[in-house]
């Protein structure tokens, strides 16, 4: 039976089959199918550049042995959601804390970084408050907005404020908006200025997600926190999963916006606390953040020797300080090609293509790490050197001409 090909909705099971094994083909040719790779636990860490624990602290033996004493304490799962009894004063004592750490009133835990943005949007958006987000922002967002189905929605060109004004004027008078953007993109490692959006929210509301900040950026590593004008934006999301090395988000905001999220926010309402343990390890990461600087420090030394290596390749990096550094092949093939071939070498350094990227941006994201020495960095670069020499279509397609 032949599926209609304009709306692509199937009417029985073998037309749902028809349909997934038409897509699956699809994204196999054109060099987008994803995989699921597994990682071994004996895998080397100094060669990974796509992981986002940044600052090395899932390995951190003081993280580890939180995580056990918790586990010794508690149990290894928190039993319920949040309002029944899954929160736990490790919970709060952490959610205290990081509070304090961030300078907001309240700290409301979720167990990611995708449900806390979705979680925050969809109680803001029934509201009736109009998002105006980056188009780069990350898929939570875009899910929370409930992209492309929501009537009320704008969008503006990456961190171009001017767009941002542009959209803004065309928004109905009677329409309060929520601006939404990222401290750091994940895709790009390249930043938000905060002052320009603060200046931008006038009346309305901002909201960031600082997923790939909070911990690394900023003088004492509290991301967007650390901007002096912090106190103008009115929510933070952020994860616990990248630079704290553990899994877990927070919401950082006022106590009105936090009871009311407690009231609606269906992704905490209505699904298991993340364990107690988890909360202890979180602690113990933010414990070291806050005492050793030096671990931002180490970061930076990294991301520069990368740059510095790039620069010397003339490899076409985008325009990032961050420990996100994306280098932009353009084709898909291409940028598998590379991923490849590192990884024949030992490196892992993912190929990210669309729809996570906007089409003909493909790049390998590699990201920089205390898990990695120095001299690693210059093996990768050496590894570099070597596939390039012996291929010129990848050469063209990396190097600024
Ligand atoms: C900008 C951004 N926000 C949110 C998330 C989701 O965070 P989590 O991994 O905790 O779900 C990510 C993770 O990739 C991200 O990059």
């Known amino acids: 039976m032949q599926v209609d090909k304009n ?14 094994a038409s897509r699956l083909h699809m994204q196999s040719e054109k060099q987008l199918r994803r995989t699921l790779t597994a990682q071994t636990s004996v895998q080397d860490r100094n060669y990974n550049f796509s992981s986002n624990d940044y600052l090395g602290l899932s390995q951190h033996p003081e993280v580890i042995a939180a995580f056990q004493k918790g586990i010794s304490d508690w149990g290894t799962g928190a039993g319920a959601s949040p309002l029944v009894t899954g929160y736990t004063t490790a919970h709060q004592t952490l959610a205290e804390e990081l509070a304090e750490w961030f300078g907001v009133e309240r700290v409301l ?19 009736g408050l109009t998002p105006i987000i980056d188009k780069l922002c990350h898929a939570s967002i875009y899910d929370g907005v409930n992209y492309p189905s929501s009537q009320r929605l704008a969008r503006f060109q990456h961190n171009n404020y001017a767009d941002l004004a542009a959209k803004q004027s065309k928004l109905p008078a009677n329409t309060c908006p929520l601006i939404v953007s990222e401290g750091v993109f994940s895709m790009d490692g390249d930043s938000a200025d905060v002052s320009a959006l603060v200046a931008a929210k006038n009346t309305g509301m901002l909201m960031l997600d600082d997923a790939h900040g909070i911990g690394v950026t900023g003088a004492r590593g509290r991301g967007v926190f650390d901007h002096p004008q912090a106190p103008e934006i009115d929510i933070v999301t952020g994860t616990f999963g990248k630079a704290f090395g553990v899994a877990g988000a927070f919401v950082a905001t006022d106590h009105q916006i936090a009871d009311s999220l407690v009231q609606s926010a269906r992704h905490l309402i209505y699904s298991t606390a993340f364990a107690p343990a988890q909360a202890d390890a979180i602690r113990a990461a933010l414990n070291t953040i806050k005492r050793d ?10 991301i520069q020797l990368f740059k510095r290596n790039a620069a010397a390749l003339k490899l076409r990096l985008g325009a990032s300080d961050t420990a996100i550094q994306p280098l932009l092949v353009g084709s898909n093939t291409l940028a598998l090609r590379l991923s490849q071939a590192l990884a024949d070498s030992g490196f892992q350094c993912i190929a990210i ?20 020495s120095l001299s690693a960095i210059n ?15 990848l050469t063209d397609a990396c190097r600024i001409r």
Do not use: Y
């Not at 669309?354 to 898990?371: C, E, W």
């Open 7 to 20: 709306t692509e909705m199937p009417q029985n099971a073998q037309q749902v089959r028809e349909v997934l």
């Open 109 to 127: 835990l979720f167990n990611s970084g995708f449900s806390a943005n979705q979680g925050v949007l969809q109680v803001l958006c029934k509201l």
């Open 293 to 302: 600087q030096s671990l931002q420090s180490a970061l930076t030394e990294r």
């Open 353 to 372: 293509r669309p729809p996570t990227v906007p089409k003909g941006t493909a790049r390998i994201r590699f990201t920089l790490s205390l898990n990695q």
């Open 379 to 393: 093996q990768l670069f050496a590894t570099i050197a070597d596939i390039l020499d012996n291929d010129q279509e």
